[in-house]
């Protein structure tokens, strides 16, 4: 991988991996969409970004029941459940994939530099 690509090679190159490894990858259009995938965007930055999403159905179950203060509803657990284990399976799949992946400094998803690189 080289280390003087523009964010821009390097995410089209981690769409195309990801669509590889069977995620359902988001076009720019489509990242606020409905139905959850991961969208991978290069941020004001410069810096590739890569975040996944629930469908919207399963966020909004989850949310109704926290704001109805029944956090120990079942849908609650689910999309808890779900976020994390697809947070860290998409972390392990950039990792074999080669990329360097780690945490923003706020929220969720990752920060994706080729291998070996330092953000």
């Known amino acids: 991988m080289s280390t003087d690509e523009t964010p821009e090679v ?13 995620f359902r990858v988001l076009v720019a259009d489509q990242s606020d969409g409905e139905e959850g995938g991961v969208a991978v965007f290069v941020g004001d930055d410069h810096q590739v970004n890569v975040d996944w999403s629930t469908h919207r159905r399963l966020d909004q179950a989850s949310l109704d029941m926290s704001f109805a203060q029944r956090p120990h509803e079942d849908v609650v657990s689910r999309y808890e459940s779900v976020c994390t284990t697809m ?10 994939f080669g990329y360097h992946a780690e945490p923003p400094l706020f929220g969720f ?7 070996g690189t330092n953000t």
């Open 87 to 96: 947070h860290a399976a998409l972390g392990s799949v950039l990792n074999t």
């Open 10 to 22: 390097l995410a089209a190159r981690v769409r195309f991996d990801l669509e590889s490894a069977g």
């Open 109 to 115: 998803g990752y920060v994706v530099t080729p291998q």
